[in-house]
């Protein structure tokens, strides 16, 4: 599996409401998309009575069971679509190591996203061990998702999860862990 993700950064005063419909209106174009696990499509707001983002943010995250899927997309009418209308973005790519997946998890309305560096000569077996312990966990105490991943290119681990209501102390934010409100879940 291959864990995908990009990132626009919209300003301040953006209206958020654009978003919001445009999720509404072409979210459900990737529901049975071929070899996709799961699309969120996230965003946050610099501004919010919930939980606080350091800006506005437009942010799918993407789970491909093979790499056919991702190229599919990317090469595809939807990703040209958004590049057209928000810019050409970097697209960041994670080998998945682990992902536990709820049935429920299309109820999910809440994400966390941690990018952790791995540092130089890290025992890797134990690293992949441990997120996958912290994967299990994460789900055990209420998550519908929880994928762990690492990109050996930037080596970085990614902890990404789907909520139901936003885990405990992350309603403030976090600056080393960005929240997202989840807009539609496109699924199988």
Not at 156 to 184: A, I
Request: hydrophobic share 45%; no cysteine; proline share 7%.
């Amino acid at each position: 599996m291959i864990a995908m993700q990009y990132s626009f950064v919209l300003p301040a005063d953006y209206d958020m409401t654009v978003i919001d419909r445009r999720i509404r209106d072409k979210g459900p174009l990737l529901d049975g998309f071929p070899r996709l696990r799961f699309k969120a499509y996230l965003s946050a707001r610099k501004h919010d009575n919930g939980f606080t983002s350091a800006d506005n943010l437009y942010a799918p995250f993407y789970l491909w069971d093979q790499p056919e899927g991702l190229d599919a997309f990317l090469t595809g009418p939807g990703f040209a679509a958004v590049s057209r209308d928000f810019g050409w973005p970097l697209v960041r790519t994670w080998v998945v190591w682990h992902a536990e997946l709820e049935p429920d998890l299309g109820e999910a309305r809440f994400a966390t996203r941690e990018i952790v560096p791995i540092r130089s000569h890290s025992d890797l077996a134990s690293l992949r061990t441990d997120a996958v312990i912290d994967a299990q966990t994460a789900v055990r105490g209420g998550a519908l998702a929880a994928v762990a991943a690492f990109d050996p290119t930037g080596w970085t681990l990614v902890k990404f999860r789907l909520w139901r209501v936003p885990p405990e102390g992350q309603q403030q934010g976090s600056k080393d862990v960005q929240t997202y409100g989840v807009g539609h879940i496109s699924l199988p």
